[in-house]
């Protein structure tokens, strides 16, 4: 299965989430936020198929961190999330370096399907 970094600054919302993807058996790895989730995607030389990240954090949000990981790993596939449409708004400026934007709140199946079309996309960019 698919090897996910999950960085949201809300623990709550953090452990939901890795918890719902982990029951499609993906490997699921947490940050705090962007700048620990970019450390984290450093240190391991962009070894994860699917960065899945709120927007709105402290110290790093996820617009940063989507603009420095698809500089410096450009394979890795990036999904936001957001509760906030103005995050939404400051979003749509990047379709060619993310996959997508699911708002919150959303249904546990929801952010599954999501996951999986995501990482769906990248197999069909690299295996056409």
């Known amino acids: 299965m698919a090897r996910i970094l999950i960085a949201d600054d809300e623990d709550s919302m953090r452990s939901l989430v890795s918890r719902a993807i982990a029951m499609d ?3 699921i790895v ?3 936020d962007g700048a620990e989730a970019l450390e984290i995607i450093v240190r391991e030389n962009g070894a994860f198929d699917l960065l899945l990240t709120d927007i709105k954090m402290p110290l790093m949000d996820g617009i ?3 603009l420095a990981v698809a500089r410096d790993f450009p394979d890795l596939t990036i999904l936001l999330m957001t509760g906030f449409a103005d995050q939404r708004e400051r979003a749509s ?3 060619a370096i993310i996959y997508d ?3 919150k709140p959303f249904a546990i199946a ?3 399907t999501a996951v999986a079309d995501a990482l769906a996309s990248k197999k069909r960019i ?3």
């Open 126 to 128: 690299n295996n056409p």
């Open 101 to 103: 934007v699911i708002t």
């Open 93 to 95: 400026g990047l379709d």
């Open 64 to 66: 940063a961190l989507a």
């Open 30 to 32: 947490t940050a705090q």
């Open 25 to 27: 058996g993906h490997e």
């Open 110 to 112: 929801d952010i599954r």
